[in-house]
């Protein structure tokens, strides 16, 4: 009964490849968001999904794009993976924009 | 954008001390939040503080709106309390913002 899981946990990849991280929260939450959390650990918002429709889309390369099949679910496919890729991201989301609860994390290495 | 400064950027303590961590801002905003990140990794909301005062158990945040400040006081802490502390703040209209967080270590 995990609110906001994501899976996988750990992805270890090589440099060029294409992944996908999962993300699906059982709160019945509208809004939906990807965070990338950097070396030292600092936190930056990707994108932000509310009702399936996009509605923040920070300046990130072209390469990652989400995607939201419905209201429960926010995805995040990174195209031709690069060294740089390599963190943590973090998926939340919130019930009305302000009070926001975390996954646990994917720790993507890329080599 | 909006700036957020925390302070201190680390802070070690004995188990048992208090300590208040702070979050200063610089504009009005309409959301500000306290995370905690434990040493395995794990984000969790403390607190949803845009102003005034709440407590929960050992903690409690002040949000000081129109000094655009806001402080985290931990209280009789134990080393279950070691990790990264954030602050997160959002104006209308725009993003949530994290500060650079502060590390706490907690020695038994």
């Known amino acids: 009964d995990t609110a906001v899981s994501q899976t996988p946990k750990y992805l270890v990849t090589q440099m060029g490849n294409d992944k996908s991280i999962k993300c699906e929260q059982n709160?019945?939450?509208?809004?939906m968001y990807w965070y990338k959390q950097d070396s030292k650990k600092f936190l930056k918002i990707m994108f932000s999904?509310?009702?399936?429709?996009?509605?923040i889309n920070e300046t990130v390369p072209n390469r990652f794009s989400p995607k939201s099949p419905d209201k429960a679910h926010l995805n995040l496919h990174i195209n031709s993976l690069e060294l740089g890729d390599s963190a943590v991201y973090f998926c939340?989301?919130?019930?009305?924009?302000?009070?926001?609860?975390f996954g646990p994390g994917t720790r993507l290495l890329v080599l | 954008g909006i700036q957020v400064e925390q302070s201190p950027p680390d802070l070690i303590l004995q188990e048992g001390a208090n300590s208040t961590l702070r979050c200063n801002f610089s504009d009005s905003v309409n959301n500000l939040q306290w995370f905690h990140q434990n040493p395995w990794g794990q984000l969790i909301n403390l607190f949803y503080i845009p102003s005034g005062t709440k407590q929960n158990g050992r903690l409690s945040a002040t949000t000081v709106a129109t000094e655009r400040y806001s402080l985290l006081y931990i209280s009789s802490s134990q080393t279950t309390d070691s990790g990264v502390y954030f602050c997160?703040?959002?104006?209308?209209?725009?993003?949530?913002?994290f500060g650079e967080g502060t590390q706490l270590t907690v020695n038994p």
């Open positions: 939340a989301s919130s019930p009305n924009g302000e009070t926001q609860y």
């Open positions: 999904y509310n009702n399936k429709e996009l509605i």
């Open positions: 997160a703040v959002q104006t209308s209209g725009s993003r949530l913002t």
């Open positions: 709160l019945g939450h509208d809004t």
